[in-house]
């Protein structure tokens, strides 16, 4: 069982930046990659960015590309996702979600998410 935990989510003006992080625990070990998605009530979860464990590949989801920035800290088991000119249409609730196998854009690829953490952005 892989545990995983988000935060730096929070209210931010249009234009602004935030970092939000996901640690894992428990199995970290077993991750092959992770993942954030992002979900707006009444809307299905879509991809913002996927990163591998070992080999760090990234893919960016159209949403990400241009401003946002996914990375790892491997020795603290944590992923990150670097948010930058943030505007309205990104609030939602961030996801991060981890499983076994490659990056993937697809959420039932992994096996593994968090609570979520808010983003919102006012101008």
């Known amino acids: 069982q892989v545990q995983l935990a988000e935060s730096g989510g929070g209210l931010v003006e249009a234009g602004d930046s935030l970092e939000l992080s996901c640690e894992a625990s428990?199995?970290?070990?077993?991750?092959?990659?992770m993942a954030w998605f992002r979900q707006t009530p009444g809307k299905e979860r879509a991809f913002v960015a996927s990163?591998?464990?070992?080999?760090?590949?990234?893919w960016l989801g159209d949403s990400a590309k241009g401003r946002f920035a996914i990375s790892k800290d491997s020795a603290k088991n944590t992923m990150y996702l670097q948010m930058n000119n943030l505007k309205p249409d990104d609030t939602t609730v961030y996801y991060c979600?981890?499983?076994?196998?490659?990056?993937?854009?697809?959420?039932?690829?992994?096996?593994?998410w968090g609570q979520g953490t808010q983003v919102t952005v006012w101008t």
């Open positions: 979600e981890a499983g076994a196998g490659g990056i993937n854009a697809t959420p039932s690829a992994y096996a593994y």
């Open positions: 428990g199995r970290p070990s077993s991750v092959g990659a």
């Open positions: 990163i591998s464990w070992s080999g760090g590949n990234t």
